[in-house]
């Protein structure tokens, strides 16, 4: 598993509470609901970091 860091986050209230009826809707937690949003943009931008896996083998 990859080592997670911490650090601070602002958001908007009303962004907030909307992220966290999402996760509540998805059964995530807000933690996990913000990282699964910033996943999928990542994918969807092309920038997801690949995995070690994938680096080891030279592939994406």
Do not use: C, V
Request: proline fraction near 2%.
């Amino acid at each position: 598993m990859s080592k997670k860091k911490a650090f601070a986050l602002r958001l908007d209230e009303q962004q907030l509470k909307a992220i966290e009826k999402w996760a509540s809707d998805e059964f995530r937690s807000t933690n996990g609901q913000i990282e699964y949003m910033l996943s999928k943009a990542l994918k969807e931008a092309k920038r997801h970091p690949r995995t070690l896996k994938n680096d080891k083998n030279g592939q994406e």
